[in-house]
């Protein structure tokens, strides 16, 4: 809630509920996922958020504001989780099915990490995020992260790829807009954002990544905000 670029991000108003609201929406539908939990600070005005988690029926843990990798390492251990599957409260379009793609990929059991947001190789919209990884492997890294990568929480993993199995998920080639902005950190994106569910969300609640690309596609206003650099 304290952002400085856009305050109070995480309970802006769309349609029938909040920003994080209709992200954990999105996130019950993930048919492999047996737990959500909102990772938030313990910063007074994030006591919203804590409230907003009650109301929606999720867990809720509260920890360091700057260290964001040892708050997702309590979340897990507070609901007692083996495997993270970390999304940030930006990624409000992110696509339920993606998720379940990128757990089924980490439990064939080939890779340490699952991920579509390692640097150099990302080529879904930026908001589409997956990453899959051990409860285990992340407590491991703690002691040895720096002040960013412990920010960044994953980041340890993709700055040391010697000592990881990292799996990249690739976006087929309808997919690939690398250089959209689909999250939520500025005023336009927030635009973005509404304007997207407000398209799609009443008719398909479930909508996917090709709905949400064909949407913006279609609306020469919210491509140009897709494709905005700021």
Known sequence: MGSTRLPGKCDLP????????????????????????????????????????????????????????????????????????????????????????????????????????????????????????PLRLLKEAYPHASVEQR???SLYFYQNPRRYRIRSMEAPNQHRFPRWRLMLDYEQDYRLLKSVFEKLYPAKNDFDVDDVIRTIRSDPELLKLAEATY
């Open 14 to 133: 769309i349609l029938h509920t909040t920003s994080t609201g209709i992200l954990v929406e999105r996130l019950k539908k993930v048919r492999n996922a047996d737990g959500i939990v909102i990772a938030t600070t313990v910063n007074s005005k994030d006591n919203i958020l804590e409230d907003r988690a009650l109301q929606f029926g999720v867990g809720c843990f509260r920890g360091s504001e700057e260290d964001v990798m040892s708050r997702v390492i309590g979340a897990g251990e507070s609901s007692k989780a083996d495997v993270i599957v970390e999304v940030t409260g930006d990624c409000l379009l992110l696509d339920p099915k993606l998720l379940e793609r990128g757990i089924d990929l980490f439990f064939e059991g080939s890779a340490d990490v699952v991920t579509n947001v390692m640097d150099g190789k990302v080529s879904y919209p930026q908001g589409m995020d997956v990453q899959v990884y």
């Open 151 to 153: 920010e960044h929480v």
